[in-house]
């Protein structure tokens, strides 16, 4: 049998090296190549570790198509497959290949002068479904109007096909094909095509020109739009990206705005938005102008709890809770602005300690829920027992959740040692690592059952999705950043257009994608296709364990074992803080600057090392993933000593600021860390730290780690 497929597959070689040859276009890999994938995670039996062996290949076989071109390459004496004219040449006889070998020659070409041979591969990609399909479009485009040739930038943007488009590349679309339609006079195409994609893609990076390129032609002034396109207007300006920015053009844009709904739209929008730059006395004034009509129960509502978020954040409770409670009273019934007043106001409630007004303000949410039927039992049940009153506690805990069974099961702890025991057991034994899960485990003082049990393994086959065929080649030619970005288009496709009953199916191919982007050392893309998968993963059977191996990588392994191990910070600790805020990305930048591994800002990390004795580090220093995880690590070391040991403390102060951290302390005086996090006021820092200790188990249980280099 072996040797009878040893055999199969050797012939299948030679004909396909034959074929190639003999100049075929395309080479298929035969059935006998659906095997299942060298593991890339496994569990060493003997230490009961996971295991990572990024030593192994994409998949089972070298794909034959890959083979061919490496001979073709290596006969031709070429060892760069992507950045000379005859190996893009080899690649482009290839008809996997020969999209992503037009997607290099058309820019080569164009860089040399020779623009005939670029607009000939654009022309050519252009026909093909690919990845690179808008970008010839555009280019050809751009190479007309270049040439004078307006006419023909509308033929080849007319001609287009976008099925497999992304909504960004068809919003990029519309935007030219609007501006050509206007150059050859047509404005009235030229408006009807901007009006519509702005509908359908506000939140695009190209909604704005098209906005203001509507504006242009109906009105003459780029910043003033006709009353019956001001509505859509406001999307657009919602979706703009910068809190700063986004506020510098909706205030211009409120001058604008004749329709009456509209401006009034647009100025809660803007008070919103000046509330998060905390500009609270530009926020009221703002909200003055929004002010619906008496007889708009559902504007009314919308506008005091606008109303309500302003007070509230500029620390004002009292007239906080006086504005949300006004507001859940005159909200219709069938929309969920009466909820959102209620919890509003009983998160805020807790962040101040009136724990009462908080009960009683859950109780009114529960009976209007629609988004948060899961936590309310739990927050509410959780007061209740703070306030002494165990049986209400009790009762609000009988709702199933996950976090209502494990403090339901704590209570029955305390009464029944062994009962309570059974039920932390049962909650431990059928999750993963979530939270409560973790905290069960935790208080009982074992590991996750079926974590030792092996990782899913990936299969790859010809009925895989044409990206992944197309990024396994890529890899198989030392192509990997090309491969990843490969992948995130794929994984945006998915996002779009996948429903989560659909995505069920799709858990052997979100983990093979996950697969080749670890193998393209992009743990962020990677860890978001494990998460995918995980997800996706409907039963709770041991299944759910092999696929949740896949979540936490040993990502920079030897950075983190050459942290000094501490009773404050472990190694564990400071792997899922760095899983938490960037997924290990080193280049990873987030809008207040954070930058990182860990993502420190620059002013703090400038005083985490002056205060040992170190040269303040410049901004891009911060890019190094060894200084990062170590300034980082002595952050957190000493957020965890000032708040005398509490990690869930520290964690909070991290992410909020110690000021809000040190508040939640003195409420949770004498509670445990598990308590403390319920007891976190923001929503953000509240799931930011149940992450990292539910991350955190999982590191200490899997422990995960890297194989020798072979």
């Not at 010839?136 to 099925?163: C, F, K, N, P």
């Not at 491969?483 to 995130?488: F, M, N, P, Q, R």
């Not at 296709?529 to 896949?550: C, K, L, Y």
């Not at 964690?651 to 976190?680: D, F, H, K, M, V």
């Amino acid at each position: 049998m072996i040797r009878a497929r040893a055999t199969a597959v050797a012939l299948a070689l030679a004909a396909s090296f034959i074929a190639a040859c003999a100049g075929a276009e395309e080479i298929k890999v035969p059935p006998t190549a659906r095997t299942i994938d060298p593991p890339l995670v496994w569990i060493d039996p003997l230490l009961g570790q996971v295991v990572w062996d990024f030593n192994v290949h994409p998949t089972a076989h070298p794909s034959l198509v890959s083979l061919v071109v490496r001979v073709d390459l290596a006969r031709r004496g070429e060892t760069d497959p992507a950045n000379s004219d005859a190996a893009l040449a080899i690649l482009s006889t290839h008809a996997l290949l020969r999209p992503y070998a037009l997607h290099r020659i058309g820019p080569r070409a164009l860089a040399t002068g020779d623009t005939a041979r670029a607009d000939s591969a654009w022309r050519a990609l252009a026909r093909l479904t690919s990845p690179w399909q808008w970008e010839a479009v555009r280019s050809r485009a751009d190479l007309a109007l270049a040439r004078g040739d307006t006419a023909g930038a509308d033929s080849a943007l007319g001609s287009a096909s976008r099925e497999t488009w992304l909504d960004g590349e068809r919003a990029d679309w519309n935007l030219r094909r609007a501006r050509v339609r206007a150059m050859l006079r047509d404005t009235a195409g030229a408006v009807e095509i901007a009006r519509q994609a702005v509908r359908r893609y506000p939140a695009t990076a190209a909604a704005p020109a098209l906005l203001q390129s509507l504006g242009r032609w109906t009105t003459g002034d780029a910043d003033r739009l006709l009353p019956e396109d001001e509505p859509i207007g406001l999307s657009v300006y919602a979706w703009l990206p910068g809190l700063e920015q986004r506020a510098e053009h909706q205030l211009r844009a409120l001058g604008t705005i004749a329709d009456p709904d509209s401006r009034r739209g647009l100025a809660l929008q803007i008070a919103a938005t000046l509330r998060r730059l905390d500009r609270f006395p530009e926020a009221r004034r703002a909200l003055e102008g929004a002010k619906p009509p008496a007889r708009d129960s559902l504007g009314q509502a919308r506008w005091l709890l606008e109303a309500a978020r302003i007070e509230r954040d500029d620390e004002k409770p009292r007239k906080a809770y006086a504005l949300y409670a006004k507001a859940a009273h005159i909200a219709p019934d069938n929309r969920g602005e009466g909820e959102a007043a209620w919890w509003e106001l009983a998160r805020e409630a807790e962040e101040q300690g009136d724990f009462m007004r908080a009960l009683r303000s859950y109780e009114s949410a529960w009976k209007v829920r629609r988004v948060h039927d899961d936590e309310i039992p739990v927050r509410a049940g959780f007061l209740a027992a703070r306030l002494g009153d165990q049986a209400t506690a009790e009762r609000w805990w009988a709702h199933d959740s996950e976090g209502a069974r494990f403090w339901r099961a704590l209570a029955l702890r305390h009464r029944d040692r062994a009962a309570g025991d059974s039920a932390l057991h049962e909650l431990a034994d059928h999750e993963g690592f979530g939270f409560y899960a973790a905290a069960a485990r935790e208080t009982l003082g074992v590991g996750a059952p079926g974590s030792g049990s092996g990782a899913a393994t990936t299969v790859a086959s010809e009925g895989d999705p044409s990206e992944l065929v197309l990024a396994r080649l890529l890899l198989d030619l030392g192509l990997a950043r090309d491969a990843a970005s490969i992948l995130e288009r794929w994984l945006a496709l998915q996002s779009r257009a996948v429903s989560p009953r659909m995505a069920q199916g799709l858990v052997p191919t979100f983990l093979l994608a996950a697969r080749y982007a670890y193998l393209a050392h992009n743990f962020p893309l990677a860890t978001r296709f494990a998460e995918r998968a995980a997800r996706a993963q409907a039963d709770q059977s041991i299944d759910r364990w092999r696929v949740e191996v896949w979540l936490y990588p040993p990502a920079f392994d030897s950075l983190f074992a050459a942290l000094p191990e501490s009773a404050l910070v472990d190694r564990a600790l400071m792997r899922s803080v760095a899983w938490k805020e960037s997924r290990f990305d080193p280049d990873a930048r987030s809008r207040a600057g954070a930058m990182g591994l860990v993502q420190l800002l620059p002013s703090t990390a400038a005083r985490v090392a002056r205060a040992s004795g170190e040269p303040a580090p410049k901004d891009d220093a911060l890019r190094d993933p060894a200084l990062n995880l170590r300034l980082g690590a002595r952050l957190l070391a000493d957020l965890v000593a000032r708040n005398e040991g509490r990690v869930s403390a520290a964690l909070a102060a991290y992410n909020a600021g110690e000021t809000p951290a040190q508040r939640w302390s003195e409420l949770a005086a004498g509670a445990g860390e598990a308590e403390y996090c319920e007891l976190i006021g923001y929503n953000e820092t509240q799931d930011y730290v149940k992450s990292i200790l539910a991350t955190r188990e999982a590191y200490r249980l899997l422990r995960p780690r890297l194989a020798p280099r072979r």
